[in-house]
């Protein structure tokens, strides 16, 4: 069974630094791309983060470019975001994302299971 | 970037009703387009990939169509249980993904 779960959320001030993690199993988790998606209270969902199954690509949303680093672990099957100079409008539930197997070629199917999410609160 | 225009943004129905929600891509994406229910306090849950597979064991009543700029999301007779938030995202062109607004379907 596949499983995503995410932890490391929590209160913190602007401008400060939260890591988040993700812990996978259930699955081959070197052979997938991985995302981060987060949903501020009571808005849709917002794609924040990519990053392909050998780490050699990277992608970031505008909003958070520059601020925000993906990384991954691919021997503790560990997804990884580190969130810096955090603002007001960073606070949301973050989840963990499956993407696609890697060289899937025509048949890509990302987004197919999601972690539980955890909170992260920016407040003074 | 690619635009996904989801309609309506909210929808009052009965159980037993027939509804349909739409996707609108500001430019072609094939069918690289899932469709998703999120229920408060959880985590968004696949219904439809490739735009109009079924995901295993979600119930025959979801069914997705389109392909290219326009996509639907039916389902067929609504439950109890179908009453939550549906987003469409797509998946062609990225960076970004993006997602629909969402449309919050609640009981009439």
């Known amino acids: 069974e596949v499983q995503l779960v995410e932890s490391g959320g929590g209160l913190v001030q602007p401008g400060g630094s939260l890591r988040l993690s993700c812990a996978a199993s259930?699955?081959?988790?070197?052979?997938?791309?991985m995302n981060w998606v987060r949903q501020a209270p009571g808005k849709g969902l917002e794609w924040v983060s990519y990053i392909s199954s050998s780490s050699s690509t990277i992608y970031y949303a505008d909003s958070v470019k520059g601020r925000f680093t993906i990384s991954r672990d691919n021997a503790k099957n560990s997804l990884y975001l580190q969130m810096n100079s955090l603002r007001d409008e960073d606070t949301a539930v973050y989840y963990c994302?499956?993407?696609?197997?890697?060289?899937?070629?025509?048949?890509?199917?990302?987004?197919?299971?999601w972690g539980q999410g955890t909170l992260v609160t920016v407040s003074s | 970037d690619i635009q996904m225009t989801q309609s309506p943004s909210s929808l009052s129905a009965s159980v037993g009703d027939r509804v349909t929600i739409t996707c609108r891509a500001s430019?072609?994406?094939?069918?690289?387009l899932g469709w998703y229910q999120q229920k408060p306090g959880k985590a968004p849950k696949r219904l439809i990939y490739?735009?109009?597979s079924l995901q295993s064991g979600v119930p025959s009543r979801f069914s997705g169509s389109g392909s290219g700029t326009e996509f639907t999301l039916t389902i067929s007779s609504l439950q109890p249980e179908d009453f939550a938030t549906y987003y469409c995202l797509q998946h062609n062109s990225y960076p970004p993904y993006t997602f629909g607004q969402g449309t919050k379907l609640e009981i009439k």
């Open positions: 430019q072609g994406i094939r069918n690289d």
């Open positions: 259930g699955f081959t988790f070197s052979s997938y791309s």
């Open positions: 994302a499956r993407g696609s197997l890697a060289y899937c070629g025509g048949d890509c199917y990302p987004f197919d299971y």
């Open positions: 490739a735009a109009s």
